[in-house]
């Protein structure tokens, strides 16, 4: 992380991020993604889409990559998944994904909102995508930040 950039997670954070988002995968061929946006925005679901696009997220093989987008100056999270996983989940699995990560976020418990909706995203992600013998990590699980 940048020093311009305002401190969020600390280092031990994004490791307990990362476990999640690599037990997660381990499970699965789907995708997850966490993304700190620092700049503030009108629109964030639009951005969450920008992010999701710059990422290469919609270029997944089975378009199953799941996004993770905190804006923590607007006090704000948005979490969006790819057509592949979305025609094959609930209507409402990510308003439940949502609600779950929100519950953590009102008590400031960040990390294990992420931790927790992470292994909601993966127990849906083996579901409907399970591991395959041929399977590759397709995007790097490390987190990002603008």
């Known amino acids: 992380m940048s020093p311009s950039k305002p401190k969020f997670l600390s280092k031990k954070d994004e490791h307990k991020i990362i476990a999640a988002i690599q037990q997660a995968e381990k499970n699965s061929s789907g995708e ?3 993304h700190i946006e620092f700049e503030p925005s009108d629109n ?11 990422l290469g997220m919609d270029k997944t093989q089975q378009r199953n990559g799941v996004l993770f987008h905190v804006s923590p100056k607007d006090h704000f999270f948005t979490i969006i998944g790819d057509t592949g996983i979305d025609e094959v989940t609930p209507a409402d699995f ?11 976020f009102k008590q400031e418990n960040y990390v294990k909102g992420l931790c927790e909706g992470i292994k909601k995203t993966g127990k849906a992600l083996k ?7 041929d399977d590759v990590n397709e995007l790097p699980d490390e987190i990002s930040y603008s």
Do not use: T
């Open 32 to 34: 997850i993604r966490v």
């Open 94 to 104: 990510w308003q439940e994904i949502n609600a779950l990560v929100l519950k953590h």
């Open 127 to 133: 579901k409907h995508f399970p591991y395959q013998d």
């Open 44 to 54: 964030h679901m639009a951005k969450a889409v920008e992010v999701f696009q710059r």
